[in-house]
C-alpha cells in the first residue's frame, strides 16, 4: 500500500523560509515523479512542483518560480520542498502527490496534507 | 488561477445521475490525458478517473470519463449521500509547461 506522510508545516512569516519533506513508501520510489500541490482555504487545487524520478527534471508554475525547489533522496524515499521569500498569498495545505505513468499525467497518491501558515 | 473551467456546482437527487464539464484549450487537454479527482470534505483528493477513461481498481462503475477535443466530462450514476464532495479535473498544459487543474465542482445531493 502506498503511504505518503507529509511534515514540517507550520506557521512562518512573510519573507521567511520552510522546509517540508515526504516520507515515502509502498511503492518504488526512484520510479516515479512526484509532485506537490496546495489548496489555499477555500479554494481550488493548484500544482506547486513536479520532479522526475529518472533524470530528476523539474517543473514549477510562475506562481512559486525562483522561490520554491522541489528535490527528492532516493535513498530515502523522500520528497521535499524548499520555501523561501514566502508571501500571505502560500498559505494553504500542502500535499504530496505521487504520479502514476509519465504519461498520463496522473496524480494516483496523495499525503493527507500539512498547513503552512504565512502571517505575522 | 485555473486553466480548466468546470461548473461550479451541480446537484440530482439520490439514484440519479450528474455530469461535470471541464473546458480547457488545445495546449492542455487538447494534447494530454485528462484526470478526474474527487475531494470529500476535510479530506485530500482521491483519484477518480485517469487517462480520460478509465478506473483505478476499487473506483465504481458509478464514475465514468470522456474526452472529446478540448473538453472532458465526468458522470456520476446512481447518485449516493457519499458522493458529496467537490471534483476537480486536471492535465497537462504543454505551453506552461506545469500541471493544470480546473476550478472545481461541488456536488450536492438533494
Known amino acids: 500500500e502506498v503511504e505518503l506522510l507529509e511534515s514540517g508545516g507550520g506557521l512562518v512569516q512573510p519573507g521567511g523560509s520552510l522546509r517540508l519533506s515526504c516520507e515515502t513508501s509502498g511503492f518504488i520510489f526512484s520510479a516515479y515523479a512526484m509532485s506537490w500541490v496546495r489548496q489555499a482555504p477555500g479554494k481550488g487545487l493548484e500544482w506547486v512542483s513536479v520532479?522526475?524520478?529518472?533524470?530528476?527534471?523539474?517543473y514549477y508554475p510562475d506562481s512559486v518560480k525562483g522561490r520554491f525547489t522541489i528535490s527528492r533522496d532516493n535513498s530515502k524515499n523522500t520528497l521535499f520542498l524548499q520555501m523561501n521569500s514566502l508571501r500571505a498569498e502560500d498559505t494553504a495545505a500542502y500535499y504530496c502527490?505521487?504520479?502514476?505513468?509519465?504519461?498520463?499525467?496522473?496524480?494516483?497518491?496523495w499525503g493527507q496534507g500539512i498547513q503552512v501558515t504565512v502571517a505575522s | 488561477q485555473s486553466v480548466l473551467t468546470q461548473p461550479p456546482s451541480v446537484s440530482a437527487a439520490p439514484g440519479q445521475k450528474v455530469t461535470i464539464s471541464c473546458s480547457g484549450s488545445?495546449?492542455?487537454?487538447?494534447?494530454?490525458?485528462v484526470s478526474w479527482y474527487q475531494q470529500l470534505p476535510g479530506t485530500a483528493p482521491k483519484l477518480l478517473i485517469y487517462a480520460n477513461d478509465k478506473r483505478p481498481s476499487g473506483i465504481p462503475d458509478r464514475f465514468s470519463g470522456s474526452k472529446s477535443g478540448t473538453s472532458a466530462t465526468l458522470g456520476i450514476t446512481g447518485l449516493q449521500t457519499g458522493d458529496e464532495a467537490d471534483y476537480y479535473c486536471g492535465t497537462w498544459d504543454s505551453r506552461l509547461n506545469i500541471g493544470v487543474f480546473g476550478t472545481g465542482t461541488e456536488v450536492a445531493v438533494l
Open positions: 502527490a505521487k504520479w502514476g505513468n509519465w504519461n498520463d499525467k496522473v496524480l494516483d497518491s
Open positions: 488545445s495546449s492542455n487537454i487538447g494534447y494530454n490525458h
Open positions: 520532479i522526475s524520478g529518472s533524470d530528476g527534471h523539474t
